[in-house]
């Protein structure tokens, strides 16, 4: 067996935290594949509403993730993903999936099956993977570990001015009690607050910190 030449950098956080923009400008700065696992939880949700299927109907949900088939791949700077074939683009930012998104995450066989893809991009590249259990959970092991977090007014004001409808607090109690992997501040990760932060001066922050963790960078 040799050892894995590929690592990992995990991102968690809160919804509108900051951490996307974070990782795929990280990502930038060091050579690395952003992989946003968001997108994920937000295909199978996507894909569930347009068959009509209840999220909170696990056996259905389950039923479903058994019959579709989810390509996770790259194009060489961040992560790309299919659903049958399709990939639904924009269509995984609307307000029926944020709104559903939770529930459907909250789904241990999903998390599951998710969870073995996240694994699967170290045996390709390596990443910057954000989420909320990317470093509790998916790579518990890596030292290199960010939780990035912002004021609930600031993460709301992003939202909006996005465009986007989405009710990031109640997102965020969904995601922090569930009972499979919630959102935690993982073993080992240094917290950065954005809220006073530019994009840039946080990217220079987070750059710090996994220097201190390690990364020889
Ligand atoms: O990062 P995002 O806001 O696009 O994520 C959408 C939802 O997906 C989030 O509310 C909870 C779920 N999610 C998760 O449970 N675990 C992850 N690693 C990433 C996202």
Not at 2 to 26: E, M, N, Y
Not at 42 to 50: D, G, I, Y
Not at 120 to 125: F, I, P, S
Not at 177 to 183: D, Q, S
Request: net charge negative; hydrophobic share 40%.
């Amino acid at each position: 067996m040799t050892a894995q030449p590929h690592f990992a950098i995990a991102i968690d956080g809160p919804a509108a935290s900051g951490k996307s923009t974070l990782a795929r400008k990280l990502a930038k700065r060091l050579g690395l594949v952003m992989v946003n696992s968001g997108a994920m939880y937000r295909a199978v949700t996507w894909k569930a509403l347009q068959e009509n299927i209840d999220p909170h109907d696990t056996p259905a949900v389950i039923s479903l993730l058994n019959r579709i088939t989810l390509n996770c791949g790259d194009n060489g700077h961040t992560s790309t993903i299919a659903i049958d074939g399709f990939d639904p683009g924009d269509a995984l930012r609307a307000q029926d999936v944020n709104a559903n998104v939770s529930a459907i995450s909250a789904i241990p066989a999903v998390r599951e099956k998710l969870v073995a893809l996240q694994r699967d991009y170290l045996n390709r590249t390596s990443i910057v993977m954000e989420g909320r259990d990317i470093g509790s959970v998916v790579f518990p092991d890596t030292p290199f570990k960010l939780y990035i977090d912002a004021a609930e007014h600031v993460r709301a004001a992003r939202r909006s001015d996005a465009g986007e409808v989405d009710s990031v607090a109640k997102r965020d109690a969904a995601d922090s009690n569930r009972t499979t992997a919630p959102l935690v501040v993982a073993d080992g990760a240094t917290v950065l607050d954005t809220s006073d932060h530019t994009i840039e001066s946080g990217v220079d922050a987070a750059i710090e910190i996994l220097r201190q963790q390690g990364l020889p960078i």
